[in-house]
T-cell receptor, first 116, second 113 residues
Framework: NAGVTQTPKFQVLKTGQSMTLQCAQD?????MSWYRQDPGMGLRLIHY???????DQGEVPNGYNVSRSTTEDFPLRLLSAAPSQTSVYFC???????????????FGPGTRLLVL | GNSVTQMEGPVTLSEEAFLTINCTYT??????LFWYVQYPGEGLQLLLK?????DKGSNKGFEATYRKETTSFHLEKGSVQVSDSAVYFC????????????FGTGTLLAVQP
């Protein structure tokens, strides 16, 4: 059972480049989220999904796009990278509302992104 | 709005010392409360949780009690080990069907031998 996986582990981009951060979970969780972690600011929610085909914005969505075509995958796209997007990105998933342990989130190992 | 405030770090302790990391929250209704731990180079892992007032969450020697009267969820451990060195995040969950956790800024704990 792999849990939540993320790729790549580390990426360097130039300003203006685009890329996709991959996230997959094999626990059949309904809910998935993307967070960014910055020093002194904790984790901030970027986008989330409550099921396949359904996504919504979190606290800091600007500059990021997401889609959820399957239950397993929830990629995060940076359309035109900016230095302000230098951060560590975490994907997380949890079971659906009403499921046992439904409020406990499971996190991936993170992707470190550096935008020059 | 809903928010979590936790004590700033770093917290530096000697092995076997007593640990307290303070966490207070602001929320409407009755949120669930969590402590997550992040070991160096890893993602966050759930440490413990409490879903209603007066519940005590516990795991790996850590404890926290959901105190609605003081809106607090302080993390404690009686005797820390070097292996407990990590960043600890307090978080609250609200919103029912939405997948929204609000995190504190994290507290770095460094335990010295």
């Amino acid at each position: 059972n792999a849990g939540v996986t993320q790729t790549p582990k580390f990426q360097v981009l130039k300003t203006g480049q685009s890329m996709t951060l991959q996230c997959a979970q094999d626990m059949n969780h309904e809910y998935m989220s993307w967070y960014r972690q910055d020093p002194g600011m904790g984790l901030r929610l970027i986008h989330y999904s409550v099921g396949a085909g359904i996504t919504d914005q979190g606290e800091v969505p600007n500059g990021y796009n997401v889609s959820r075509s399957t239950t397993e995958d929830f990629p995060l796209r940076l359309l035109s990278a900016a230095p302000s997007q230098t951060s560590v990105y975490f994907c997380a998933s949890r079971p659906g509302q009403g499921a046992k342990g439904g409020k406990t989130q499971y996190f991936g190992p993170g992707t470190r992104l550096l935008v020059l | 709005g809903n928010s979590v405030t936790q004590m700033e770090g770093p917290v530096t302790l000697s092995e076997e010392a007593f640990l307290t990391i303070n966490c207070t929250y602001t929320a409407t209704g009755y949120p669930s409360l969590f402590w997550y731990v992040q070991y160096p180079g890893e993602g966050l892992q759930l440490l413990l949780k409490a879903t209603k007032a007066d519940d005590k969450g516990s795991n790996k020697g850590f404890e926290a009690t959901y105190r609605k009267e003081t809106t607090s969820f302080h993390l404690e451990k009686g005797s820390v080990q070097v292996s407990d060195s990590a960043v600890y995040f307090c978080a609250l969950h609200y919103g029912g069907a939405t997948n929204k956790l609000i995190f504190g800024t994290g507290t770095l704990l460094a335990v010295q031998p």
